[in-house]
């Protein structure tokens, strides 16, 4: 096993930050990196705005808290992100060429014994660890949005994944206190996202068909199924870019005609409409 003390993170949107977050609360040397000085920048505030949060509402003291955003640094340089990393976590954008250039750069950049994990929610990790020259110290780690609150890591392991790297992974996911879950097979969208796609795909249809409302179709699904968010409040809060382009992705893998993305939900993305993050998405915001 890897013995994990800095973690690095690729990708400074809502997920590489939150598991940034994440790993610096649970006692990790955490450094979160991207390209855009912009997005470092807007991450780290970000960051330090959900960090006061924790201590004004009694979650977390201020020592907690002083102590967790000690550890975490943010960095436009990828050199410096993952020179001395012991686990190098993707979370990039959800297009397969992005995510092969980064495992290349990362590759030549880590240490020989570092971890490379994908965040992807629908490549699986056979999809990049060919861009490495270490394929059995790859595999994903499936982070779910919000992940300084979603509990469940999905971990895929790939035919050349080994026992060890997958034993390193799930110890660390139980430091940060979540509950790791690993498919010993590559399987497009894995476990919650196909569970979750149907009953997405059902509530747009319902729509498309006119035989209920966006509002009252979320509102059967928290008060009567007990989900904490109903379908369309979920995909404004995940963005209805990401959305469209897990869905692209998994009918590019599979040629499926049922996988590909929702007319509905195309015509969002096109629009620009895409959720909280643009003001507007089913529902708009202030």
């Given at each position: 096993?890897?013995?994990?003390?800095?973690?690095?993170?690729?990708?400074?949107?809502?997920?590489?930050?939150?598991?940034?977050?994440?790993?610096?609360?649970?006692?990790?040397?955490?450094?979160?990196?991207?390209?855009?000085?912009?997005?470092?920048?807007?991450?780290?505030?970000?960051?330090?705005?959900?960090?006061?949060?924790?201590?004004?509402?009694?979650?977390?003291?201020?020592?907690?808290?002083?102590?967790?955003?000690?550890?975490?640094?943010?960095?436009?340089?990828?050199?410096?992100?993952?020179?001395?990393?012991?686990?190098?976590?993707?979370?990039?954008?959800?297009?397969?060429?992005?995510?092969?250039?980064?495992?290349?750069?990362?590759?030549?950049?880590?240490?020989?014994h570092a971890i490379l994990a994908t965040n992807s929610?629908?490549?699986?990790?056979?999809?990049?660890?060919?861009?490495?020259?270490?394929?059995?110290?790859?595999?994903?780690?499936?982070?779910?949005?919000?992940?300084?609150?979603?509990?469940?890591?999905?971990?895929?392991?790939?035919?050349?994944?080994?026992?060890?790297?997958?034993?390193?992974?799930?110890?660390?996911?139980?430091?940060?206190?979540?509950?790791?879950?690993?498919?010993?097979?590559?399987?497009?969208?894995?476990?919650?996202?196909?569970?979750?796609?149907?009953?997405?795909?059902?509530?747009?249809?319902?729509?498309?068909?006119?035989?209920?409302?966006?509002?009252?179709?979320?509102?059967v699904a928290k008060s009567a199924l007990g989900h904490?968010?109903?379908?369309?409040?979920?995909?404004?809060?995940?963005?209805?870019?990401?959305?469209?382009?897990?869905?692209?992705?998994?009918?590019?893998?599979?040629?499926?005609?049922?996988?590909?993305?929702?007319?509905?939900?195309?015509?969002?993305?096109?629009?620009?409409?895409?959720?909280?993050?643009?003001?507007?998405?089913?529902?708009?915001?202030?």
């Open positions: 096993m890897v013995e994990v003390h800095k973690i690095a993170v690729i990708g400074s949107g809502a997920m590489g930050r939150q598991i940034g977050m994440a790993a610096a609360v649970a006692g990790y040397d955490a450094v979160v990196q991207d390209i855009s000085a912009d997005a470092v920048e807007a991450a780290e505030q970000d960051m330090k705005a959900w960090a006061a949060g924790r201590v004004s509402k009694g979650r977390m003291s201020q020592e907690e808290v002083d102590a967790a955003l000690g550890r975490l640094r943010f960095t436009t340089d990828q050199a410096d992100a993952v020179g001395d990393a012991d686990l190098v976590i993707e979370a990039a954008t959800e297009r397969l060429d992005i995510k092969r250039q980064v495992f290349t750069q990362i590759d030549e950049l880590a240490p020989e929610s629908t490549y699986g990790s056979s999809s990049v660890a060919d861009a490495t020259r270490r394929p059995e110290k790859v595999c994903n780690m499936h982070f779910f949005n919000p992940a300084l609150v979603m509990k469940a890591v999905e971990v895929v392991r790939h035919p050349e994944t080994s026992d060890d790297t997958v034993d390193s992974v799930i110890a660390v996911i139980q430091k940060m206190g979540k509950h790791p879950v690993v498919l010993n097979a590559e399987i497009p969208g894995f476990i919650a996202n196909r569970l979750m796609g149907a009953v997405r795909t059902e509530a747009l249809n319902l729509v498309e068909q006119g035989i209920a409302s966006i509002e009252d179709i979320d509102t904490p968010m109903g379908p369309f409040e979920l995909m404004d809060l995940v963005g209805l870019d990401v959305t469209y382009l897990i869905r692209k992705a998994t009918f590019e893998l599979t040629g499926d005609e049922s996988e590909a993305p929702h007319p509905l939900i195309t015509a969002k993305y096109e629009a620009g409409e895409l959720g909280r993050k643009s003001g507007k998405g089913w529902y708009t915001y202030d």
